[in-house]
């Protein structure tokens, strides 16, 4: 379980995040939905503490990380067991594939190089680049490139895995790929917690639909029930509005 308790998150004379309160349950998947700045990448940020949070707690497990007071150990373990699978892929350009999949697993677990190596494979098969895998950046799609930042991710067996909004940076006919190498990592128990504005994904991989507006959960249930019954004015507003876009 990753729970975020009464996180706050300020940058300047801005309050980014107000005091969010938030649980992704073991083995569940929980997709965050919201309007652009309404926190919720900075709250998957602070999740594995990219972004450290104002104040708050984060708590992976027995893992419990307080902003007043916490210590290295604590944060390696966090951020072993917490991976994240950004917009813009964050590749090492010049490495290979396969190169940057195993990158985290030297440097981060000190995992040896031949071990590193056979886990990475594993992974890039998995997510369907076995045929890529000594490929460098330039020579892939935004899809495969996607596809080798969840590879990365996986490889480090972690217990929750972030995405922050995959599929927004990929050309639209590359996207269906991408969600269902998500689907099929979400089918195999990975605990998850995904901001996208995919609602069709939303709508059939999420155990827990969680609206934010303006730094606040405004709303959070079942995917049908908030898709269907949306009991906030704010996210009436926010689905009515991605409904007219998609049918532009």
Known sequence: MLKFENIRKVFGDNEVLKSVSLEVPTGKVVVILGPSGSGKTTLLRCGNYLEPPTSGIVQLDDIIIDQKKYSKKQLKQLRENCTMVFQNY?????????????????????????EAREIAEKYLNKVGLGDRMDFYPSQLSGGQLQRVG???????????????????????????????????????????????????????????????????????????????????????????????AGQE
Do not use: C, W
């Not at 981060?108 to 190089?113: G, R, S």
């Not at 639209?172 to 901001?195: F, I, N, R, W």
């Not at 609602?199 to 995917?223: C, I, L, S, T």
């Open 150 to 244: 969840i590879a990365r991710a996986m490889a480090m067996e972690p217990k929750v895995i972030l995405f922050d909004e995959p599929t927004a940076a990929l050309d639209p006919e590359l996207v269906d790929d991408v969600l269902e190498v998500m689907k099929s990592v979400a089918e195999a128990g990975m605990t998850m917690a995904v901001v996208t504005h995919e609602m069709q994904f939303a709508r059939e991989v999420a155990d827990e639909v969680v609206f934010m507006a303006e730094g606040y959960v405004v709303e959070k249930g079942n995917p049908e029930d908030v898709f269907t019954h949306p009991q906030h004015e704010r996210t009436k507003q926010f689905l009515a509005r991605v409904r007219r």
């Open 90 to 114: 964050n590749l090492f350009k010049n490495k290979s594939a396969l190169e940057n999949v195993m990158e985290g697993l030297i440097i981060v677990k000190k995992v040896k190089k031949n």
